[in-house]
């Protein structure tokens, strides 16, 4: 039983009784009913005090006992009644505060001895105010800024030189002994990738949908390599044997440049987090923390990148002008892919972090172009390879179809509710393409030639920020 319930019956019961004696006091010819009845109608005096001292020995003389029978008053949870989260537990007569059941209502003390028993707290966390509506994408506009490091993978390699006394390796692409092209790893290349969206309202199932222009490119690959001649044997190369200016050179050079960027407006309807769990705080407050959950989306938009690349292969002889003996070939080539772009994200969202994936295909139409020059020359008297000299250039461009697409495996941190940090690892793949390796047409067998079946691969870490306003 409460503990003021109890002393306002027995204050109660007190006013009744010394009611019943003035009442007797100023009427003597009254019976103590009727003085009763007089002052206080319906009710009997006589009674009340009766009822009053029979409760009065009844009650329990060890205030101790009343504590503890107020504590076994509350009430008891089922074995199977889930537990509520709680960041502290207190220990009173071996019973826990938070483990009687599921958000229940206490009785409150206002003794200054029981705000005094501070020693007795274990805090788990401290649960300060992290709801959904709150930490989470809660402006309407929103932005984030990567930087990252890329690195270019190497294929379609072709044999470009080699000694008069080689010997072929009979397995494919190996070629131990002779120059070839993408001979050594690529440097990484910085990158980024800039996206500003809005956030355009909620529809019927309580999802966002947002519209954002996103930027992702800006590396610039450089490559560059050579292959001399030893103990006097000069260099061939199996791409035009009989050219002048080639044929018979001291030294292969090779240099290679490719360069890619895209921009992409996507349209994406994304699922919110369910209802925030309230929790309470050390000092008896509520707090709402966001419920963690899987947040997938999806996305829908169009995308058009670019690729360009710029292969040089020259050859020299030491000692001798190159206007006697030398020989460049040139290959430069265009590509601009557009189509519709389909992809998700899935993020694991938690109240402070999250992590997950996004991936994204465009199925593209691309536009292939390339543009070759050759300029060779061998006037050294009595050569024993082909002498003269070669100018020409081709053009040739198609369309074909095409395809970009990109992986990224993500995790933020919540720095404010405005702002996060977040790193991840990319691949980013981009086929049917002319690269430049592929265009090689040093004897001019094809007349324009172009070959649209070019791939690249990127892979690399990014690292960066993003925030709403």
């Known amino acids: 039983m409460n503990k003021p319930f109890q002393y306002s019956r027995r204050v109660g019961c007190g006013l009744l009784v010394a009611l019943a004696c003035l009442a007797g006091s100023a009427s003597p010819a009254a019976t103590p009913d009727e003085g009763a009845s007089i002052l206080l109608p319906g009710i009997n005096l006589a009674t009340a005090a009766e009822e009053a001292a029979a409760e009065e020995k009844t009650q329990p003389v060890d205030r101790e006992i009343e504590d503890a029978v107020d504590a076994l008053l509350l009430p008891t949870p089922e074995a199977d009644a889930p537990r509520p989260r709680s960041v502290m537990t207190v220990e009173n007569d071996d019973v826990g505060f938070f483990d009687r059941g599921p958000a229940e209502l206490f009785d409150v003390s206002?003794?200054?001895?029981?705000?005094?028993?501070?020693?007795?707290?274990?805090?788990?966390?401290?649960?300060?105010?992290?709801?959904?509506?709150?930490?989470?994408?809660?402006?309407?506009?929103?932005?984030?800024?990567?930087?990252?490091?890329?690195?270019?993978?190497?294929?379609?390699?072709?044999?470009?030189?080699?000694?008069?006394?080689?010997?072929?390796?009979?397995?494919?692409?190996?070629?131990?002994?002779?120059?070839?092209?993408?001979?050594?790893?690529?440097?990484?290349?910085?990158?980024?990738?800039?996206?500003?969206?809005?956030?355009?309202?909620?529809?019927?199932?309580?999802?966002?949908?947002?519209?954002?222009?996103?930027?992702?490119?800006?590396?610039?690959?450089?490559?560059?390599?050579?292959?001399?001649?030893?103990?006097?044997?000069?260099?061939?190369?199996?791409?035009?044997?009989?050219?002048?200016?080639?044929?018979?050179?001291?030294?292969?050079?090779?240099?290679?440049?490719?360069?890619?960027?895209?921009?992409?407006?996507?349209?994406?309807?994304?699922?919110?987090?369910?209802?925030?769990?309230?929790?309470?705080s050390p000092n008896g407050g509520w707090t709402k923390h966001a419920e963690r959950g899987f947040l997938p989306t999806l996305i829908l938009g169009t995308r058009v990148a670019n690729v360009n690349e710029i292969f040089s292969f020259y050859s020299r002889t030491a000692d001798v002008p190159v206007t006697t003996f030398g020989g460049d070939y040139d290959i430069q080539t265009q590509n601009w892919l557009w189509g519709v772009t389909f992809g998700a994200e899935l993020l694991s969202q938690n109240e402070f972090y999250y992590w997950g994936l996004r991936g994204k295909v465009t199925p593209s139409m691309a536009y292939d172009a390339n543009q070759q020059s050759t300029v060779s020359v061998n006037n050294i008297e009595g050569s024993l390879y082909p002498t003269g000299s070669v100018n020409r250039t081709s053009a040739n461009s198609e369309f074909a179809p095409g395809a970009v697409s990109d992986l990224t495996l993500m995790l933020g941190w919540n720095v404010t509710p405005n702002f996060t940090v977040k790193a991840g690892y990319d691949m980013l793949w981009v086929a049917g393409i002319s690269t430049a390796t592929r265009q090689l047409n040093l004897d001019n067998r094809r007349i324009n030639p172009i070959d649209a079946g070019g791939q690249i691969f990127y892979s690399g870490f990014s690292f960066g920020c993003e925030g709403s306003w």
Do not use: C
């Not at 470009?160 to 072929?168: E, K, T």
């Not at 002048?244 to 440049?257: E, V």
């Not at 994304?270 to 309470?280: E, K, S, W, Y």
């Open 110 to 280: 206002a003794r200054a001895s029981d705000g005094m028993r501070v020693d007795e707290l274990e805090l788990d966390e401290m649960p300060y105010e992290a709801s959904s509506g709150d930490w989470f994408s809660s402006g309407r506009m929103y932005g984030s800024a990567e930087f990252i490091m890329f690195n270019m993978g190497r294929n379609h390699r072709r044999l470009l030189g080699y000694s008069i006394d080689y010997v072929p390796d009979p397995k494919p692409n190996h070629f131990q002994g002779a120059f070839s092209t993408a001979a050594i790893p690529f440097d990484l290349a910085p990158a980024a990738r800039f996206t500003v969206g809005e956030y355009l309202d909620r529809d019927y199932l309580d999802r966002d949908r947002a519209l954002e222009y996103t930027y992702y490119g800006g590396m610039s690959f450089y490559q560059k390599d050579g292959w001399n001649s030893v103990s006097g044997k000069p260099l061939i190369t199996p791409l035009a044997k009989d050219l002048p200016g080639f044929a018979g050179a001291g030294s292969y050079f090779t240099t290679l440049n490719s360069v890619f960027n895209s921009m992409e407006i996507n349209y994406k309807l994304h699922r919110r987090l369910g209802r925030d769990q309230m929790v309470m």
